[in-house]
């Protein structure tokens, strides 16, 4: 049941082990980046399920999820642990932020240049921008307007010392939407 205390309680422990993780040479560590993410979420309006993948888009990098799939990258790691605690909707978008970066280096010409220098490396890890098919699947499914929303605000969150909302808030937002999407009374 995603609204049982477990359930804010894995996310706090996975998102607690990411404060002070580098982030790929950021200026900012894997907490922050995730406040700032879900912060930008909030300020836009999203609701709830796209908060909370805003959120948590890169869990698959902290020690404690990562240790669940060792061998999966982040995106994959991360997308099994939001679908089991939060939804199938959570879980997807946070799987789909990677692929979400390549088909808007495709769809937008001036996206590439917005990227920051880390960013444009682990694009080419990734597998570059996206071919036209990946991106005309991509673009079919209901969530990917959302799952772009979300990209953007990722490469937004990166500014050392933005005031962002509280943890226990932006985790609070993301246990009402596994609850939302349960029906589950927390």
């Given amino acids: 049941m995603s609204g049982d205390p477990t359930t804010r309680d894995s996310l706090l422990a996975a998102l607690r082990a990411?404060?002070?993780?580098?982030?790929?040479g950021e200026a900012v560590d894997?907490?922050?980046?995730?406040?700032?993410?879900g912060t930008l979420?909030?300020?836009?309006?999203a609701r709830p399920a796209v908060v909370a993948a805003a959120l948590l888009h890169d869990i698959g990098r902290s020690p404690v999820v990562a240790a669940q799939l060792p061998d999966a990258p982040h995106e994959r790691a991360g997308a099994a642990f939001c679908t089991r605690l939060l939804g199938h909707e959570v879980g997807?978008?946070?799987g789909a932020h990677v692929l979400?970066?390549?088909?808007?280096?495709?769809?937008d010409p001036g996206y590439a240049s917005l990227l920051s220098p880390v960013s444009v490396r682990s694009l080419q890890e990734q597998g570059g921008?996206?071919?036209?098919?990946e991106v005309e699947r991509f673009l079919r499914h209901p969530l990917a307007q959302d799952a772009m929303h979300v990209r953007r605000w990722d490469d937004e969150a990166k500014v050392p010392g933005a005031?962002?909302?509280?943890?226990?808030?932006?985790?609070?937002i993301s246990v009402a939407a596994g609850?939302?999407?349960?029906?589950?009374e927390e």
């Fill in 18 to 24: 990411t404060a002070d993780l580098p982030y790929g």
């Fill in 30 to 37: 894997q907490l922050a980046h995730a406040l700032q993410c």
């Fill in 41 to 45: 979420s909030v300020r836009a309006g």
């Fill in 92 to 94: 997807w978008l946070v």
């Fill in 100 to 107: 979400a970066k390549r088909a808007l280096v495709t769809l």
């Fill in 129 to 133: 921008p996206a071919a036209a098919a």
């Fill in 163 to 172: 005031p962002t909302i509280g943890l226990d808030e932006l985790v609070g």
């Fill in 179 to 184: 609850v939302e999407k349960t029906g589950a």
